[in-house]
């Protein structure tokens, strides 16, 4: 079964990539969280001034930008839910950062199984959060088809989602929309060319801390929906 192919654009892709930065705030770390918070809100709201949005947002065109050779030009393509490793696939959840973070943290619980050793307490990842905008790429929408088909949206090894990623792929479309599998109401971006991706930059960091029986992200309790 195919879809028809039709044109997407977002501002607002969040993906998450491995970094060494640890977490850090933007005021620095010499400040409690409630400082934190105090000055944050000033910064927002305290000028005044009616700024346009392009101008609020100007922080961002001075952010790191994600390295987008290391998915599309990696000498070797990790199967995932969309690939079978033939091709790349850079994956994102729509609008919602906390989406982006669920699904990365199923992927670090089951990786901590191999990473963890018998004296530690816990595996540490340390994570960056990107933003992305994504246009115009032809992308078939799977989002109602595959919550009708649970084969399609099931836990690792992904044999039969990766059937239709060759299938999509192989046809010329440039990308899937599909429902987030960790996070429920969101959906997520598969794209399978880098030229639709305008830009991707870093927001914030954050670490996951996987423990034999919890997890906690930047050392707070992480409870899964």
């Given at each position: ?6 044109p997407y654009?977002t ?11 640890p977490?850090?705030h933007?005021?620095g770390?010499d ?11 000033w910064?927002d709201?305290?000028?005044g001034?009616?700024?346009d ?18 998915c599309?030009e990696?000498v ?7 690939t079978?490793g033939s ?5 994102a959840?729509?609008?919602k ?5 669920a699904e990365i943290i199923?992927?670090?619980?089951r990786?901590?199984?191999v ?22 790429p ?22 039969e989602s ?14 899937l ?16 060319n ?5 830009s991707?930059k870093v ?10 029986d919890a ?11």
């Amino acid at each position: 079964m195919m879809i028809e192919k039709a044109p997407y654009t977002t501002s607002h892709a969040y993906r998450n990539i491995p970094t060494n930065h640890p977490k850090r705030h933007l005021y620095g770390d010499d400040l409690t969280e409630d400082e934190i918070e105090l000055v944050q809100f000033w910064a927002d709201h305290g000028s005044g001034i009616d700024q346009d949005q392009a101008y609020k947002d100007r922080w961002y065109d001075y952010n790191d930008p994600e390295d987008l050779s290391f998915c599309f030009e990696g000498v070797v393509v990790p199967p995932s839910r969309y690939t079978d490793g033939s091709f790349p696939v850079w994956y994102a959840a729509i609008d919602k950062e906390e989406a982006s973070r669920a699904e990365i943290i199923y992927h670090l619980c089951r990786q901590a199984r191999v990473d963890m050793v018998p004296d530690e307490a816990y595996v540490c990842y340390q994570r960056a959060m990107c933003k992305a905008a994504v246009e115009n790429p032809l992308v078939g929408d799977l989002r109602s088809f595959t919550r009708d088909h649970w084969h399609l949206h099931d836990d690792p090894p992904y044999f039969e989602s990766q059937k239709i990623g060759l299938q999509y792929q192989s046809e010329g479309y440039e990308g899937l929309l599909y429902p987030s599998k960790r996070y429920p109401k969101a959906d997520c971006l598969a794209i399978f060319n880098k030229q639709s991706i305008l830009s991707s930059k870093v927001v914030n960091f954050f670490t996951v801390e996987v423990y034999r029986d919890a997890v906690t992200v930047c050392g707070e309790p992480w409870q899964e929906l």
